[in-house]
């Protein structure tokens, strides 16, 4: 038996917004889509994975950042342009820090509620943290409050939900298992 030996397919956006056109009936096999069907399907699109993002789709977009304390700092803003400069959590799943001499410590993460009642004016080395997230970008809050030593000793490191990405060029490959490009071609067409 003969086989391929390939195990993946990658479809462009404007593949995946001809397919959909298609579904549609708008173009006929073999006919290339407007530029304005295209520009349409884009948006749709974009739609699409921006209604899944508010779904929480956390196995394939987790992603990994480490950031390190700053000393009487309590609150980091993070997201693209932020001071910690990644895109922007989701939701934070998991987070740690690693000392000097290579202990990895769990940190809590705990709902605003809790931390809005821990004590002011504690500096030590943080044991808990809460995650705000905001509209493309959010804000990490540690307690206690980094000291010195906390600061120059200690890294943080979180794994997140990360976003999907959207699409903004017709070559570009979605950020989606294969398995899901038969259900967003055929939900795009909710949008077309």
Do not use: C
Not at 39 to 68: C, V
Not at 101 to 118: A, C, G, H, M
């Amino acid at each position: 038996m003969t086989t391929s030996g390939i195990t993946t397919i990658q479809y462009t956006r404007d593949e995946l917004i001809t397919a959909a056109l298609r579904k549609l009936g708008r173009i006929a096999a073999g006919q290339t889509p407007t530029g304005s069907d295209i520009s349409d399907g884009a948006m749709a699109l974009n739609t699409w994975i921006a209604f899944l993002r508010s779904k929480g789709m956390p196995l394939w977009t987790r992603a990994e950042y480490s950031f390190s304390l700053t000393n009487n700092v309590s609150t980091y803003q993070i997201g693209l342009g932020k001071t910690l400069n990644t895109a922007y959590p989701l939701k934070l799943l998991q987070a740690f820090r690693l000392d000097s001499s290579t202990t990895k410590t769990p940190i809590d993460i705990v709902p605003r509620f809790n931390y809005n009642l821990y004590p002011l004016g504690s500096n030590a080395t943080p044991i808990q943290l809460t995650y705000q997230p905001f509209i493309n970008y959010g804000e990490i809050k540690v307690w206690p409050t980094p000291d010195t030593t906390a600061a120059a000793n200690t890294t943080i490191y979180i794994d997140y939900q990360a976003p999907f990405e959207y699409f903004t060029g017709g070559t570009q490959t979605m950020g989606f298992p294969e398995e899901w490009y038969l259900a967003v071609i055929y939900l795009s067409l909710i949008h077309i």
